[in-house]
């Protein structure tokens, strides 16, 4: 029989404080998840996202944990292994990525997205789509900024998407394309979506004067029930037609807003909502934190997607609200140019930061209904845009 002595040894060669084998990326690495935890929980910075998503970088971090084993995606994607093997070989986080790698879990996002979206206000006022196109300029203007740096097409598309501020979309286009990346993308991109109140205010204030800022809008039509049923359903085969590379995002994203709106459905769209949006969040939120391996994680690359991130995300604030101004004069002053930066898709907060801008120029100010026009069009145009780039670069 074994002493006390061999038997304490022996645990502690299975330790992870003996396996972590001297290498400080593995310690920096567990701070940063310990730092995004924080931020999560005290800062409440996207919490529902940021707490799974550093749990999960915690996990797979933990020295002999055996929860995420990257050589096996490795081996999936270059067709030596397949999804048998990953339920055998592979640990809890690989069971779940799964969801990740065959884009399940950003398509049930959508579903609930779509349940909890009212496109009333797009439909009253159909402009908005131009400003929801127009904010798509930083997905654009990022990627060929990340070309230009020497990023592969597939990296650079990826990394572009950050700047539709619609972290799902981004999660599914940089899973099909550049899956050694996605922890780096997602964190960025959810961050800065947390960030809005304090990236967009500045740029805001800067590209328009005072006296666009003061600008009041009349009050949006009523939009029919009917109107409301078929947008979704002519959406679907017009865009998934066009672009069918598409269909798995925007197909579920107005899925779940008819759910919302045909008045049969009440249960589904109660489902879709709130039971369904917070099982799959947990599950993808702690496998993308998976993925964030120390040696993969800790690179000058996932540095210069960060810097990248936050140029995407003001290119789009920027296309958005030029696109707003020119609106403005078109319209003889009638369109508040504040509602285009609410053109990225990071609904609804994105359109509380136009109201809140327009607000302190004008406390008579009302722009949250007519910003929300242009915020759900961004939501369609970030599903495009990754559609579009799914389709050039994902063969």
């Not at 593995?26 to 310990?34: F, K, N, T």
């Not at 999960?56 to 929860?67: E, H, K, Q, R, S």
């Not at 690359?301 to 004069?329: D, P, Y």
């Amino acid at each position: 029989m074994d002493s006390a002595v061999d038997i304490l040894y022996r645990l502690w060669e299975t330790s992870g404080f003996f396996l972590m084998g001297g290498d400080i990326r593995q310690v920096l690495m567990l701070l940063i998840a310990c730092v995004l935890l924080y931020l999560g929980i005290a800062k409440k910075f996207e919490p529902l996202l940021l707490c799974g998503i550093a749990f999960g970088m915690l996990l797979a971090n933990i020295p002999g944990g055996g929860m995420y084993h990257p050589e096996l995606w490795d081996g999936y994607i270059a067709g030596d292994v397949n999804v048998t093997t990953i339920f055998h070989e592979g640990g809890l986080l690989d069971v779940l990525y799964l969801g990740v790698k065959t884009g399940l879990y950003p398509s049930l996002i959508f579903l609930g997205v779509g349940a909890m979206t009212d496109f009333g206000p797009l439909l009253a006022n159909p402009k908005c789509l131009f400003l929801g196109a127009a904010a798509q300029l930083g997905i654009f203007g990022a990627f060929l900024l990340a070309g230009a740096m020497g990023f592969a097409p597939n990296v650079a598309a990826s990394i572009g998407i950050i700047g539709g501020a619609d972290g799902p979309t981004a999660i599914w286009l940089t899973s099909q394309l550049a899956p050694e990346y996605l922890a780096a993308i997602a964190i960025a991109a959810y961050s800065y979506m947390a960030l809005i109140p304090l990236i967009q205010p500045p740029l805001m204030r800067l590209l328009t004067t005072e006296k666009e800022r003061k600008i009041e809008m009349k009050q949006l039509r009523t939009v029919s029930k009917k109107e409301k049923i078929i947008f979704p359903i002519v959406v679907t085969l017009f865009v998934c037609l066009l672009l069918p590379s598409v269909a798995p995002l925007l197909g579920c994203l107005m899925l779940g807003n008819l759910f919302r709106e045909c008045g049969v459905t009440d249960r589904l769209s109660d489902t879709a909502q709130n039971s369904l949006m917070n099982i799959v969040t947990i599950f993808l939120s702690v496998s993308v934190g998976g993925t964030a391996l120390y040696n993969r994680f800790l690179t000058v690359e996932t540095l210069e997607i960060v810097v990248l991130g936050l140029l995407a995300f003001c290119m789009a604030t920027i296309g958005g609200l030029l696109i707003g101004k020119l609106m403005c004069v078109l319209s003889g002053g009638k369109i508040n140019p504040l509602i285009g930066s609410a053109g990225v898709s990071a609904v609804p907060m994105a359109a509380r930061v136009s109201q809140t801008e327009g607000q302190k120029a004008n406390p008579q100010n009302f722009l949250l209904m007519h910003a929300m026009g242009p915020n759900v069009a961004g939501v369609i145009g970030s599903a495009v845009a990754a559609g579009f780039l799914l389709a050039i670069f994902g063969g």
